[in-house]
Nanobody, 120 residues
């Protein structure tokens, strides 16, 4: 399974974007999702997580502005980003833990990254 991350682009401060992370084929279930980002010259950092129980967690820097969600029917994870700030500029990566089939072991995959630029 390959993951296709999309939805990045150029947006003004205060604007919104929705990132998508879609599996290339039908899978049984998405269990855990993580979104990460890497700004120029910085290390990759964790942004948000979604667990199989439906719990969500966010880095303090995005709490209240970003929302992570999963649509198992579409085999896609999302990151809704509102009130964007210049410091949110980064390449965003998704990581999915999933079961290809009901009896499969969990597997993990990374998306290729999508660039978000917040600038006026």
């Amino acid at each position: 399974v390959q993951l296709q991350a999309s939805g990045g682009g150029l947006v003004q401060p205060g604007g919104s974007l929705r990132l998508s992370c879609a599996a290339s084929e039908t899978i049984f279930s998405i269990n855990n999702v993580g979104w990460y980002r890497q700004a120029p010259g910085k290390q990759r950092e964790w942004v948000a997580a979604f667990t199989s129980g439906g719990a969500t967690n966010y880095a303090d820097s995005v709490k209240g502005r970003f929302t992570i969600s999963v649509d198992n029917a579409e085999n896609t994870a999302y990151l809704q980003m509102n009130s964007l700030k210049p410091e949110d500029t980064a390449v965003y990566y998704c990581n999915l833990e999933y079961r290809p089939r009901p009896t499969s072991r969990r597997k993990s995959a990374w998306g290729q990254g999508t660039l978000v630029t917040v600038s006026s």
